[in-house]
């Protein structure tokens, strides 16, 4: 470890904003030097790690989701706790950012010193921002940052991702008039932990009301995601600020469920190694897409695999063959 | 390729029985050469695949899995079908065999000239199971079989394998007596294209039809898997053999549905080319996994991991260098 890695963590455990900043910006680096430092970084903090709340918070298209981790923050900072939000967007580019942890949507959290805000990792895959917001996530705990939310769009695979990397997910949807929920991906419900449906005011407050009695009648026929836990449904309004409480209560009633019983370590864990795995199967499947001897090869099979003209099996065996993997027997 | 697959080829496309069981004990051998010639005839005969209607049935334990499709297969082959059974179970042993697949529990279909029923292939990983699976399912294909049933149990990840490799995926259940349905596993409600509660007679008769009215009120709070199909839920009695006749209507206005617009073909040509990108992904990591430079560290690695002493990017980047992939600047 150089001597300004060393430097670097004493600051960032410290609790020093600047140096957490620059921290980040370092993780989010695609040198290879670069991430070697990050690495080394991460490492040095690693034992500081861990004690934060980690909440993510998915939010449909139209749910509302920054004035509502706008007000969140706001009372949770309010309360003594200090908030880092973070963002996973596949979708944002290099120049121009991405909307959410867009601090100009989170106007009093943007000004709040207890808060700090980071927009989205930009493009590359979705691997990629995993790892970088993940690793985001640590140095702000290692800063101090007692509660980290995160969140994200229903882009791609992105709601699975986050919630590989938190405790607790929230899913946030605005009422869609019958009692359905607005925008809800296949395959999201069933991975919320906490289902929040906003806008509950005004004209949408007897759809938001529906929707909360469906979705808490829904939500008891699927078998529980932590054994014990049935899914809470929430009518918020985040912008008259009604059954924002309600919701960190959830949170922290959740929280404690997971812990009694060591429910939370073991959850940590899984995604600690699941993590490690990800990491390796990214790599090792990226290695073999950049082999020249695959690459010159690779659409013409896709194509004709897709056609039928190829069967898969076969196709998979010259690409791995190109790559010198040779069949071998099987256990 | 050989005289030998040429003719076995020629055999199983006549529609040849004991060929057809013969060619399965090919794709499911482990011996390296044993399937370089299964290969060469699944290349054979790929051209008369295709023509099946293929459909997954996942039965929850106790949802009376074998009485339903040996009702549903008797109906077909009484219709002029010809009708394959083939299983996943990963937890089949080599000598023991398979629970599913079972002819014993099938009896009328066992003794159907119009029925060929196969075993879930042995042991090994999911998805070497699942690769023999789909292969078996090919040759029943190319035999002239024109409905593949393909069963599995609530095991791991064994629905959502079976899922990936039929048109149309059926979900059987037995009411759990308020108004659930039994053993649904999380994430398992949201791959039904179909979802037949069964056992819908005597004492459990009121229980059904609730299960029935509550799964087809949250089947529509959901978004559909197929743009405007919004899945049926229908109530069943194998023993009475009562509703059987709709869940095959079901079937059928579903493969109806998808093939209008393209839709069939396309999900077929997806899930060929996922499965070629699933046997490079998993011959890769296995790869790595037999390294010795890596073998000898993985489980170190994946206690230290674990416990939260060793970040997971620099546990995984130190696995990968020894198998000697270094580090590369990221796009």
New interface residues.
């Given amino acids: 470890m150089t001597v300004d890695t060393a430097e670097l963590a004493r600051r960032l455990i410290d609790g020093d904003r600047r140096t957490l900043a620059r921290s980040i910006t370092l993780v989010e680096s ?3 030097d670069r ?2 430092e990050a ?1 080394a970084l ?2 040095a903090v ?1 034992p500081a ?2 004690g934060s709340v980690r909440v993510g918070i998915s939010g449909t298209p139209g749910a509302g989701k920054s004035t509502f981790v706008d007000e969140l923050g706001s009372r949770l900072t309010a309360t003594g706790h200090r908030v880092a939000v973070l963002a996973v967007d596949p979708s944002s580019r290099r120049s121009g950012g991405s909307i959410m942890g867009d601090k100009t949507r989170m106007e009093r959290l943007a000004r709040d010193p207890a808060a700090f805000i980071r927009p989205s990792p930009s493009g ?1 895959t979705l691997g ?1 921002v995993a ?1 970088r917001t993940r ?1 985001a996530a ?1 140095l702000c705990e290692a800063a101090g940052f007692d509660v980290v939310l995160i969140e994200t769009v229903g882009v791609g695979q992105s709601e699975t991702v986050v919630a590989d990397m938190v405790d607790c997910f929230v899913l946030l949807a605005a009422p869609g008039g019958g ?3 607005q ?5 999201i ?2 991975l919320a932990d906490v289902i929040v449906v906003n806008k509950a005011d005004g004209d949408l407050l007897p759809a938001a009301q529906r929707a909360v009695a ?2 808490r ?2 939500a ?6 932590h054994p014990g836990w049935t899914v809470p449904v929430l009518a918020v309004s985040a912008l008259e600020g009604t059954g924002i409480d309600e919701v960190w209560t959830e949170v922290e009633r959740f929280e404690a469920h997971l812990r009694d019983g060591g429910g939370l370590d073991r959850l ?2 899984e995604q ?2 699941a ?3 990800a ?3 990214e ?3 990226d ?2 897409r950049r082999d020249e001897r695959v690459a010159k090869r690779l659409a013409d ?2 194509a004709a ?13 010259e ?2 063959a190109a790559h010198g ?1 040779a ?5």
Same sequence: chains 1, 2.
């Fill in positions: 695609t040198r290879a991430r070697a690495a991460l490492d690693l790690t861990g590359g990629g790892r690793e640590f009692d359905e929920l925008g809800i991906k296949r395959g419900m069933e469906d979705h009648h829904a008891h026929l699927m078998r529980p995601k940590r864990s600690a190694v993590w490690m795995w990491e390796m199967q790599r090792l499947l290695a073999f099979a896709e695999v897709r056609a039928g003209r190829l069967s898969p099996t076969t196709a998979a065996h690409l791995l993997l069949d071998r027997d099987e256990d």
